[in-house]
């Protein structure tokens, strides 16, 4: 099993960061490598159990079903049903903790999955790098200047 980690200091409050990752279907609101993302059957986008269906722009399609959300602890917790990554048994944490001093957030995301072994590294520097790193980057991005 791989596990993959990746935290990052936004200059924004807990609760302004937590607004825009919430919505388990805001994803091509906030992160710069998805193109399109839905709500399978209609569901509710904070329901738990509910399954995102998305595009990423370099045109792969992944389904990810949301396994927990909490507004009290700024976490959710999602698994991928399916893509085109070669990883099996994924299932990865978005958290985030309000920083008193500066009014900022400290994010993490985190994700252990199984995958074929010529690909660990390959894959825990996208996911890590250009994925979980790419958004947090988008996120500060964001609110820069706020």
């Given at each position: 099993?791989?596990?993959?980690?990746?935290?990052?200091?936004?200059?924004?409050?807990?609760?302004?960061?937590?607004?825009?990752?919430?919505?388990?279907?805001?994803?091509?609101?906030?992160?710069?490598?998805?193109?399109?993302?839905?709500?399978?059957?209609?569901?509710?986008?904070?329901?738990?159990?509910?399954?995102r269906n998305?595009?990423?722009?370099?045109?792969?399609?992944?389904?990810?079903?949301?396994?927990?959300?909490?507004?009290?602890?700024?976490?959710?917790?999602?698994?991928?049903?399916?893509?085109?990554?070669?990883?099996?048994?994924?299932?990865?944490?978005?958290?985030?903790?309000?920083?008193?001093?500066?009014?900022?957030?400290?994010?993490?995301?985190?994700?252990?999955?199984?995958?074929a072994e010529?690909?660990?590294?390959?894959?825990?520097?996208?996911?890590?790098?250009?994925?979980?790193?790419?958004?947090?980057?988008?996120?500060?991005?964001?609110?820069?200047?706020?």
């Amino acid at each position: 099993m791989i596990k993959v980690y990746a935290s990052s200091v936004i200059d924004a409050p807990a609760d302004a960061v937590w607004a825009q990752i919430r919505d388990f279907n805001a994803l091509p609101q906030w992160h710069p490598l998805i193109a399109d993302s839905r709500i399978e059957g209609a569901t509710a986008s904070d329901r738990i159990g509910c399954i995102r269906n998305f595009r990423t722009k370099d045109g792969g399609n992944i389904r990810e079903q949301l396994l927990t959300l909490s507004d009290f602890d700024y976490e959710c917790t999602y698994s991928i049903l399916d893509s085109p990554m070669g990883v099996e048994n994924y299932v990865a944490t978005l958290k985030l903790t309000p920083i008193t001093d500066g009014n900022r957030t400290f994010a993490e995301w985190s994700a252990e999955f199984d995958c074929a072994e010529a690909r660990e590294r390959e894959l825990a520097q996208t996911i890590g790098e250009g994925v979980f790193q790419g958004g947090f980057n988008a996120l500060k991005q964001r609110f820069a200047g706020r």
